[in-house]
């Protein structure tokens, strides 16, 4: 497991830069109306606006929805950016291996994203999943994304950017 905590940008793009492999797929996922657990499409929004070679998806607390699309683009990895209470403060942001993720807390979503990357690695077992996450400050409905989550947004989005596109 990797930790950014507080870390300088260039931190942040070396760890990205290693995990990427081949052809990427970027699934962001958080319900937009809970704070920072908006984070993730509030990722693919900001993506969206830097030149990116990645297949972006906004998958709303609803990955599973996406499946066949993800699979369809043919990626070689897939990274999952989301809000966990990881103990970290907020805007902490923590690299997981699938193994690792069955003790983190991602509030909003059912099924379990475990169960989300097994759909996604049938039939593509070399398939390279990770997930990137950030600790929320406040996910409480109708709440905006926090000053901090939004600064370790910004600070993926741009080691995402500069490994995809340098």
Avoid: W
Avoid at 11 to 35: Q, T
Avoid at 77 to 90: H, N, Q, S, Y
């Amino acid at each position: 497991m990797s930790d950014i905590k507080g870390c300088s940008a260039q931190d942040a793009k070396s760890v990205i830069k290693e995990r990427l492999k081949g052809k990427v797929a970027v699934v962001g996922i958080g319900s937009i109306i809970r704070g920072d657990d908006g984070l993730g499409p509030k990722f693919i929004e900001i993506m969206r606006s830097k030149s990116s070679r990645a297949e972006l998806f906004d998958c709303g607390t609803a990955p599973e929805n996406y499946i066949i699309p993800i699979l369809s683009t043919s990626c070689d990895t897939v990274a999952l950016v989301d809000a966990a209470d990881m103990g970290l403060e907020p805007g902490g942001i923590r690299i997981f291996d699938l193994d690792e993720i069955a003790n983190v807390s991602f509030s909003t979503h059912n099924p379990s994203p475990r169960l989300f990357t097994d759909f996604l690695k049938t039939g593509k077992d070399d398939l390279n999943i990770f997930v990137a996450s950030i600790q929320p400050k406040e996910t409480t409905l109708g709440a905006p994304i926090s000053e901090e989550v939004l600064r370790g947004i910004n600070i993926l989005a741009d080691a995402f950017s500069e490994a995809l596109n340098g």
